[in-house]
């Protein structure tokens, strides 16, 4: 099995596979209504500077998530 | 019998999806931009007049999903089953189908009549996007209809499919899931069969192995025992699935989401790097991002301050030439100078409104409509962080600087309540334009340009010290930014032109009444010479404590109008603008800093009010108050030691 890590651990211009999203039960399902379920494919369009928040593309649309809830999102990388 | 006449239908739909563009084309200007009952969640409405129907259109709140994690949410989820509008439009993003498919299956599950607007169709070609329509019309059920809402093109059609719609009165048919969670639904069901609630079943069933907690209170006051049985199936699927049910049951919708989409959806052109594109990676860029926003920003503060002062000096020429007439017709007697005062707030008011706050909205609205704004939410989400919120909040900070009204109510931006009461708190110690005429007479005329840096800077550091207080001690966790990012498109003008001056008309409602009335109980004390007894009053607070003229206090109560008459009062009581003759420079920076903290001008306080209930706007100015005296206190008290 591939290892798991975190969204924000992925490159720049990388996919992964999303394992599993361990944040608050509000966040979650939050994500999960904009596409984001174990399973989806993503790809990071890009990181911004100081540990700000990661831009992704989920699903044709595009995601802007903070940094910490970014980091509680396991991908699998493709 | 008499056929029905009049329709309601209501807007629903993800956010940014064009769907106040569509409201705008229905209803024009016969919009009429309210709260929601006992909320601060904003309600438009409008009427249209059809082949002789009568139509009342409800823009429900952009959101993401029905399930109750936002006020907005739960309003739109019951506004279409209490209210039982005859038709719900659902405003869909043509161009991230998949995605607006999931709140479509939502929609569907409340079994109201359903329309789709596909919006944007006009984009699908250039991004190499082929939907079949039929097809997914067959598949849901419900009459789709194409719409390039920015041209106004199949709007019409809208009307023709709801028109349709009436006729039949289908109700909208939710579609089946996977079947271990389909035999859990039907098993609740059965058991809801006698429960009387205005909620479809079917509905409640699936809320209910969703975990909302709405729902089981609702179900708990009718039947604690099907609440367990509720929470006995959560299980089950539970331990099949290993997530928590309310995961699997949105599993289950992305699922079919992503089936229709697949079927529907035919991507034929290669994609190749558009020029949004490009747009998007020059002003997300790492770097160079920050180098266009504040050129960006900086260019709209330079426009939007320019023009106000441009403006608002024209203004103010017209109406000291007015007031000249009014007493040479009226005389000076009380009655008239009372009533001159009443004209002279509004004129006032209008004087804030046309050259500030109406620049600011435009400029706002328009990079709002084009896309930017979440550009910039994106850029500085971390610094906004550590005042406690996130992103967004940018947005109504930026605009403190020009006025707090304005700036107060952007705050609706925020997600959640204690999101926006926070950045509201916060807004109000930004200094306004009339604030930095003060600290620019005073301090930094008589005791140059570093020192009224200083003092910004002091405000600055408040701030940030203060939103991590306050984001400490409000109950609540602080949500993080999740933000759906739109393309960049070219703004629609007819929208943005509108939504200005709904805003606008807004600001004057709100704040006349109290403006007015404030301003003529203000004369009245005036007249009466009653300011001075007040003044001495508080010299125990401005003389003892702050170390100020006994005249301050007359001051400060004029500053609760308009801040900037501090000053104007101050050289007409003192008979001189030299400030350095009759104040220490101890007592210039004190008064400077008690003007930028102390209470929020009464246009400001009605803007609070409006947006969080008077309790909390009179609390904030209490803090206000009191925070100032404290502090500035102190502050003159550490000056005059080394001075």
Known sequence: ?78 | MIEKKKLNIALAGQANVGKSVIFNHLTGLHQHIGNWPGKTIEKAEGTLFYKGYTIDVLDLPGICSLSTYSIEELISREFIVIQRPDVVVNVVDGTVLERNLMFTLQLLELERPTVMALNMVNLLKKKGIEINFQRLEKILQIPVVPVEAIYGKGIAEILEAVMGLVKTEKPSKPLKFGKEVEVRIEELIQSLKDVDVSYPKRWLAIKLLEKDKEVEKLVKEKSQKILEEAKKLQKELEEIHKHDSSFVIAAERCFLASNIAKEVIKITAPKKISFTERLDSLTSHKILGYFVMILILGMMFLTVFKFGNWLSSVLENILIGWQGSWEGIFGSSILSSLIWSAIESLVALIEIALPYIVPFYFILFLLEDCGYLARIAFLVDNLMHKLGVHGKACIPLMLGFGCNVPACLSCRIMETQRERFITGFLVTFIPCSAITVIIMGLVGKFLGIGWALALYLFVFLTIFILGKIASKILPGEPTELIMSVPDYKFPHLKTVILQTWFRLREFLFIATPLVIISGVIIKGFYLAGWLGPIANSLSPITVQWLGLPTITGILLIFGILRKELVLVMLSVLLGTSNFAQVLSPVQMLTLALVSMLYIPCIATISALWKEFGWKRALGIATFKIMFAILIAGFVSKILLIFW
């Open chain 1, 1 to 78: 099995m591939e290892k798991r890590i975190p969204l924000t651990d992925l490159r720049e211009g990388h996919s992964g596979i999303v394992k599993s999203i361990n944040a608050g039960r509000m966040a979650t399902k939050r994500l999960m209504d904009l596409g984001l379920i174990p399973e989806t494919r993503i790809k990071i369009l890009r990181k911004s500077l100081f540990e700000g928040p990661v831009e992704i593309e989920v699903r044709g649309s595009k995601l802007v998530i903070g940094r910490g809830l970014a980091a509680k999102i396991l991908v699998e990388s493709i």
